[in-house]
Structures are given as structure tokens and as C-alpha cells.
């Protein structure tokens, strides 16, 4: 499955983005579903992570309660609406389908990663 994500880009300390992951190749419903995110000079770390069936979730305790993770599996797209930015928020975001977990080495297929900014 091919992995596309968008959606990302300036905004300022409290705002809202809504990020996109769409799928190709393959059914993004065979997969969990997961967002990563790596800040410049920091390690990737877990952000949030779907079930196939979008009924459960889990989120780092850095975004819980801020950020939301959903899917369609009928449109084969993933989404992360985050809310009540931060600046240290500021990252590239990267989805990515494979097993659930909140390991990055448990995911087979990336997307490109989408920049979100945030300003104080």
C-alpha cells in the first residue's frame, strides 16, 4: 500500500490542523493505522494509533485530549485532527499502516510526512 500524506502547515499557537493520509495499491483496512512525528534534531516518536476498524485507539500522553485520529475505510484515508496546537507540536508528520502498536518498527508502509509549524 502506497501512503500520501498532506494537510500540514502553518499555524499559529492554539490553532487547528487536520491532517490526511490516503491510500493506494492495497485497502488501508487491512492495516492499524498510525501518526508519527519527528522534530528537527529528536528521534521519530509515536503520536497516535488506529485499529482496522477504527474502534480503538490510543494516543501519546503529549496529545491525548488535543488530538483526534479517525479513518474511512470506504474512502481508504486516515486522519489526525489536532486541536489546541503547540509549538513544540512543530514536526514532520508521518503516517503509516501496518501493526498496532506504538512502535515505528512494527509499520511496513510510510508516507512522505506533511510539515506542521506552529508559532507562539
Known amino acids: 500500500v502506497q501512503l500520501q500524506a498532506s494537510g500540514g502547515g502553518l499555524v499559529q499557537a492554539g490553532g487547528s490542523l487536520r491532517l490526511s493520509c490516503a491510500a493506494s495499491g492495497r485497502t488501508l483496512s487491512s492495516y492499524a493505522g498510525a501518526w508519527f512525528r519527528q522534530a528537527p534534531g529528536k528521534e521519530r516518536e509515536f503520536v497516535a494509533v488506529?485499529?482496522?476498524?477504527?474502534?480503538?485507539?490510543y494516543y501519546a500522553d503529549s496529545v491525548k485530549g488535543r488530538f483526534t485520529i479517525s479513518r474511512d475505510n470506504a474512502q481508504n484515508t486516515m486522519y489526525l485532527q489536532m486541536n489546541s496546537l503547540k509549538p513544540e507540536d512543530t514536526a514532520v508528520y508521518y503516517c503509516?499502516?501496518?501493526?498496532?502498536?506504538?512502535?515505528?518498527?512494527?509499520?511496513?508502509?510510510w508516507g512522505q510526512g506533511t510539515l506542521v509549524t506552529v508559532s507562539s
Open positions: 503509516a499502516a501496518g501493526t498496532y502498536g506504538i512502535r515505528w518498527s512494527g509499520y511496513d508502509h
Open positions: 488506529i485499529s482496522w476498524s477504527g474502534g480503538t485507539t
